[in-house]
């Protein structure tokens, strides 16, 4: 069964804070997606990341795969009130699965003005 | 509409009667799939569909969920008997492809709540 452990499971900032979360596992993935949600609403798709060692940006937050392909971290310069949401890890299942999903528990953000 | 439409929102039910929730998917999405989130948990793959096939329904807990796709479109998940353990957000999400593309869109949810 492959698993992946997010941390932290909760934070709390100030407006302008950098953070970074942090998704790991010891599985291998085809692919790793990282997601947002809000209450009362399903996850958004923010990167997919397929290759080892991969790095995305989207204006502030960086996204990186570990070269393994077993982990990942999401990182946010300057955060605003509006980051504040649950942030979910996927991993896409190896082979012939790859379409099947493995989320995390999410970490949890506030970003206070 | 625009994204994937699920209902209804909300759903009350009784232990031991049967729901049904729907799923419209994102027009032309040919990969269709039903997870299951609980308080305080990640989203857990319940099932796939491609076209009107179950490629993969491993992650179905037990013989009373069951779902259906009859015209490669909208989807239906059924649960019979329901059981208080079953209450949780039913997501479902669509993607244009299918094995190859894991870039899935989710709806909103239906929070299931069995009393």
């Known amino acids: 069964t492959q698993l992946l452990e997010q941390s932290p499971q909760f934070l709390s900032i100030q407006e302008g804070e950098n953070l970074t979360v942090y998704c790991n596992s010891s599985?291998?993935?085809?692919?790793l997606q990282w997601y947002r949600q809000e209450p009362g609403e399903g996850p958004v798709l923010l990167v997919t990341v397929v290759t080892g060692g991969e790095v995305k940006k989207l204006k502030r937050l960086t996204f990186q795969f570990g070269d393994a392909r077993k982990d990942s971290s999401l990182h946010i310069t300057a955060a605003q009130p509006g980051d504040t949401g649950l942030y979910l890890c996927a991993g896409g299942g190896s082979g012939g699965s790859n379409y099947k999903l493995t989320f995390g528990k999410g970490t949890l953000l506030t970003v206070n003005p | 509409g625009a994204g994937v439409s699920q209902t209804p929102s909300n759903k009350v039910t009784e232990k031991g009667k049967y729901v049904e929730l729907r799923c419209d998917p994102i027009?032309?999405?040919?990969?269709l799939y039903w997870y299951r989130q609980s308080l305080g948990q990640g989203p857990e793959f319940l099932i796939y569909f491609q076209g009107t096939g179950a490629a993969d329904d491993s992650g179905l807990p037990n013989d009373r969920f069951f779902a259906v796709r009859p015209e490669g479109s909208v989807s239906t998940l059924k649960i019979q008997r329901t059981e208080r353990g079953d209450s949780a957000v039913y997501l479902c999400?669509?993607?244009?492809?299918?094995?190859?593309?894991?870039?899935?869109?989710f709806g909103q949810g239906t929070r299931l709540t069995v009393v």
């Open positions: 027009s032309g999405h040919t990969a």
């Open positions: 999400a669509s993607s244009p492809k299918g094995r190859r593309n894991t870039e899935a869109f």
């Open positions: 599985s291998v993935f085809s692919s």
